[in-house]
Antibody, heavy 114, light 108 residues
Framework: QVLLKQWGAGLLKPSETLSLTCAVSGGSFSVYYWTWIRQTPGKGLEWIGEITQSGNTNKNPALKRRVTISMDTSNKQFSLQLSSVTVADTGLYYC????????WGQGTLVTVSS | EIVLTQSPGTLSLSPGERATLSCRAS???????IAWYQQEPGQAPRLLVY???SRATGIPDRFSGSGSGTDFTLTISRLEPEDFVVYYCQQFGYSPYTFGQGTKLEIK
């Protein structure tokens, strides 16, 4: 059974960098795209971006300048960094598998507050 | 960016009834790139249907998807008590992938 387990800091101050990692277990890593999605009170579900099997990334233009997505194939992990966070970045962040996301992490609540 | 508009915002029905949830896209989409999710309180979304009409693994056959062009539908043939949660559509054909704002299914 595929399991996505994510972790990272949950409380940030404005201008800091959000950093989350997602580890994949119980299934193949190298044949899928891996995705980051967030859920905020203001915008609902918002696709942040994805990383392909070859390490290419596709990001939401609204966040593109601040987003870095990377992966560590040997450890079956992928990561999200979002720089210069503001209060508007407060929300639940999820890692997931694929464009039609059939496996999700448990979610990380990120709060940005001074 | 493709905007997905779901209707109604809230749907009030009784267990055993049939539910029809709508998702309209701001421009035509291939049905191959439409997905529907169910989200229970405090949980991550769960994939129900993808490619407009294919059920994800383990999803009961009372859930079905259809549609083409700009209009897509999720149908729940006979509502069970656990179905009264929130549903989202998503398009993953054009970047940035986008979600609808959700339909809440509530018990009448």
């Amino acid at each position: 059974q595929v399991l996505l387990k994510q972790w990272g800091a949950g409380l940030l101050k404005p201008s800091e960098t959000l950093s989350l990692t997602c580890a994949v277990s119980g299934g193949s890593f190298s044949v899928y795209y891996w995705t980051w999605i967030r859920q905020t009170p203001g915008k609902g579900l918002e696709w942040i971006g994805e990383i392909t099997q070859s390490g290419n990334t596709n990001k939401n233009p609204a966040l593109k300048r601040r987003v870095t997505i990377s992966m560590d194939t040997s450890n079956k992990q992928f990561s999200l960094q979002l720089s210069s966070v503001t209060v508007a970045d407060t929300g639940l962040y999820y890692c997931a598998r694929g464009g039609a996301s059939d496996q999700w992490g448990q979610g990380t609540l990120v709060t940005v507050s001074s | 960016e493709i905007v997905l508009t779901q209707s109604p915002g809230t749907l009030s029905l009784s267990p055993g009834e049939r539910a029809t949830l709508s998702c309209r896209a701001s421009q035509p989409l291939s049905s191959s790139y439409i997905a529907w999710y169910q989200q229970e309180p405090g949980q991550a979304p769960r994939l129900l249907v993808y490619g407009s009409s294919s059920r994800a693994t383990g999803i009961p056959d009372r859930f079905s998807g259809s549609g083409s062009g700009t209009d897509f539908t999720l149908t729940i043939s006979r509502l069970e008590p656990e179905d009264f949660v929130v549903y989202y559509c998503q398009q993953f054909g054009y970047s940035p992938y986008t979600f609808g704002q959700g339909t809440k299914l509530e018990i009448k």
